[in-house]
């Protein structure tokens, strides 16, 4: 029990998010969560009123990282809008992205947890936005960027295609080069990713 209670809340909430992003929610269990930290149930009251306060914590904590502290360190890197880009995807894919799928899994089902995912969502798309302003100026062009940037962030590790001898890093990294106009064939290829989608909407 003492040991428990010496427990900080934030184990308990990095062990919930752990057990989320590889279980989902019902993965997240008072018990369980006690067992992997080597400590006694006891504590975990120590600090949450119930298995309810610490999901909301922990969906608190998701989406103070997924924002506000994501792009805090993004910005402090420095660089150009195209490597701030670049930054933000690496940054998301590490730590965050198991999370984020977990997340939007379970907001099929919570509409709750829809509604957060809504504003994390939001607020990521708006600091996209504004540096692809630094970049490009149609607005039309910028929010199509926004939407392939972002769907092959999360899109790609839902897909099972080969690539043709390439690997997926591979064609990520020219996918990314065609979305920021970087890179080969940036004035014809690129322009063209983005046309052929706005025409098919």
Same mark, same amino acid.
């Given at each position: 029990? &003492?040991? #428990?209670?010496?427990? $900080? $809340?934030?184990?308990?909430?990095? &062990?919930?998010?752990?057990?989320?992003?590889?279980?989902? $929610?019902?993965?997240?269990?008072?018990?369980?969560? &006690?067992?992997?930290? #080597? !400590?006694?149930?006891?504590?975990?009251?120590?600090?949450?009123?119930?298995?309810?306060?610490?999901?909301?914590?922990?969906?608190?904590?998701?989406?103070?990282?997924?924002? *506000?502290?994501?792009?805090?360190? !993004?910005?402090?890197?420095?660089?150009?809008?195209?490597?701030?880009?670049?930054?933000?995807?690496?940054?998301? *894919?590490?730590?965050?992205? $198991?999370?984020?799928?977990?997340?939007?899994?379970?907001?099929?089902?919570?509409?709750?947890?829809?509604?957060?995912?809504?504003? !994390?969502?939001?607020?990521?798309?708006?600091?996209?936005?504004?540096?692809?302003?630094?970049?490009?100026?149609?607005?039309?062009?910028?929010?199509?960027?926004?939407?392939?940037?972002?769907?092959?962030? !999360?899109?790609? %590790?839902?897909?099972? &295609?080969? %690539?043709?001898?390439?690997?997926?890093?591979?064609?990520?990294?020219?996918? #990314?080069?065609?979305?920021?106009?970087?890179?080969?064939?940036?004035?014809?290829?690129?322009?063209?990713?983005?046309?052929?989608?706005?025409?098919?909407?």
């Amino acid at each position: 029990m &003492a040991a #428990g209670i010496r427990t $900080p $809340p934030s184990a308990w909430i990095d &062990a919930g998010l752990r057990a989320l992003s590889t279980g989902g $929610p019902d993965a997240v269990r008072v018990e369980a969560l &006690a067992k992997t930290l #080597g !400590v006694t149930k006891g504590g975990f009251y120590g600090h949450f009123a119930d298995r309810g306060a610490l999901i909301e914590e922990m969906l608190a904590t998701w989406e103070r990282m997924s924002t *506000g502290e994501l792009f805090e360190s !993004v910005e402090r890197g420095g660089g150009d809008a195209r490597a701030k880009i670049r930054r933000a995807g690496m940054l998301a *894919g590490d730590r965050l992205l $198991p999370i984020d799928l977990a997340i939007r899994d379970w907001s099929r089902r919570d509409p709750a947890v829809a509604e957060r995912l809504r504003r !994390v969502d939001n607020q990521r798309m708006d600091y996209l936005r504004s540096l692809m302003r630094e970049i490009f100026t149609d607005e039309d062009e910028i929010e199509a960027r926004c939407l392939l940037a972002f769907s092959l962030l !999360v899109g790609k %590790h839902f897909m099972a &295609a080969d %690539h043709g001898g390439r690997s997926r890093d591979e064609v990520t990294e020219l996918a #990314g080069k065609l979305l920021l106009g970087g890179g080969q064939a940036e004035s014809s290829s690129s322009s063209g990713v983005v046309g052929t989608c706005l025409r098919a909407t």
